[in-house]
């Protein structure tokens, strides 16, 4: 009984979790606001950039206005955004602040368009293991499947 027990609670809280990329495939696409800033832009390539390094999956970067079916990571604020009724509490979090954030499927990483967003995609990265030491030394885990717990996470910088 207690064995059948803790096989449901592992059942349930890996069902709450994301997979990202399964054996070197994924059907996530970045979403980023056709205004996206360049921070916000380099933050969808960054990401696109380490989690092909980490997994051989290579996830296309789509603007909010083209539509795309399936899981989407959406990077910075955008129709894409709202249109899931998320409301990001950007004003509070100031330039550098940032939310990780699981709706359902979907992965939001957003934050001040001038740095949070790139902030909050290199703490995402950090999440799955990565690691920068200098900018000539770096520790990117290799693995074909990459998969995450359910994400809440709001970072704002004193």
């Known amino acids: 009984m207690k064995r059948a027990a803790l096989w449901m609670m592992l059942a349930a809280a ?12 994924s059907a996530y696409t970045i979403v980023v606001a056709a205004k996206a800033s360049p921070s916000e832009q380099r933050a969808a390539r960054e990401l696109q ?5 980490m997994s051989g ?3 296309a970067i789509v603007t909010d206005r083209q539509r795309v079916r399936g899981p989407k990571l959406l990077v910075g604020d955008s129709a ?9 509490p950007l004003e509070e979090l100031g330039p550098e602040g940032f939310v990780l954030r699981t ?4 992965v939001i990483i957003a934050g001040g368009r001038q ?3 790139m902030y909050g995609a290199t703490a ?3 999440r799955l293991g990565c690691r920068w030491f200098t900018s ?16 809440d996470v709001t970072e704002k910088p004193a």
Not at 14 to 25: D, S
Not at 49 to 53: G, I, Y
Not at 81 to 87: A, D, F, N, Q, Y
Request: glycine share 10%; aromatic share 8%; charged share 30%.
């Open 14 to 25: 890996w069902a709450q979790g994301v997979t990202l990329v399964e054996n070197g495939k």
């Open 49 to 53: 950039r380490f989690l092909e390094e």
């Open 57 to 59: 999956a290579k996830l």
């Open 80 to 88: 894409a955004v709202k249109s899931l009724g998320v409301k990001l």
């Open 103 to 106: 709706r359902g499927a979907n």
């Open 115 to 117: 740095r949070g967003t």
């Open 124 to 126: 995402f990265l950090e």
């Open 136 to 151: 000539e030394v770096s520790r990117i885990p290799k693995s074909p499947t990459i998969r995450f717990d359910a994400l």
